[in-house]
């Protein structure tokens, strides 16, 4: 039985294998072994990130929610079904992290408008981007969260629309129809003369 544990880790090699083909090692591994988990991770870690950011506008609570995603991802891959993409079930995770982190931080400078404290230093945090991004973030900042999301799984993620509807448990054309509206909204904000 040991040498029978052993053997993958000697027996292939986890960058050359399909995401699928690396879930269902890391099913086998985990929590012993996690070097097809971590390959898994470190394939999707940067647009992981990037969605994240993207959602809740800045580097730090994108970090955390990125931690929170790898550790979901790490104690649920035995549970993991498969019956949508890996990626897919990834990006669900992470909107519902962003989702969550979200409302957090929302409910937060509510407390401290409420508290009378001085609510601006959060706020202007998401407006301050840096690098070429900037001018996204400030475009992505007219269109209501949902939206956002969709843009986001569609551009950064790169997402087919049919797992962008798995993930947001929307209908495909209402999800289509959607990132229109949002992409009409969005081309609107750049002929503004205001921008």
Not at 40 to 55: D, E, G, H, K
Not at 147 to 155: A, G, N, P, Y
């Amino acid at each position: 039985m040991t040498s029978r544990n052993q053997q993958p880790r000697r027996r292939y090699d986890p960058v050359t294998l399909s995401d699928e083909e690396l879930v269902t090692v890391a099913k086998g591994e985990l929590l012993h072994v996690t070097l097809a988990y971590e390959e898994l991770m470190r394939r999707y870690q940067r647009t992981l990130f990037n969605v994240c950011a993207r959602y809740l506008g800045n580097e730090r609570d994108a970090d955390d929610v990125c931690q929170e995603v790898m550790l979901k991802v790490l104690h649920g891959l035995k549970q993991f079904e498969g019956k949508a993409k890996f990626k897919t079930w990834l990006y669900s995770i992470t909107y519902n992290e962003c989702i969550t982190q979200y409302r957090k931080e929302k409910r937060k400078r509510r407390l401290l408008e409420a508290l009378s404290l001085d609510g601006q230093e959060d706020e202007s945090e998401p407006e301050a981007p840096v690098g070429e991004s900037q001018g996204l973030n400030l475009l992505l900042a007219h269109v209501n969260p949902i939206d956002r999301e969709i843009l986001v799984l569609r551009f950064v993620a790169e997402l087919e629309f049919q797992e962008i509807a798995d993930i947001m448990h929307m209908g495909l054309s209402a999800t289509k129809m959607r990132y229109k509206r949002a992409l009409e909204k969005l081309r609107n904000q750049i002929d503004s003369p205001f921008i």
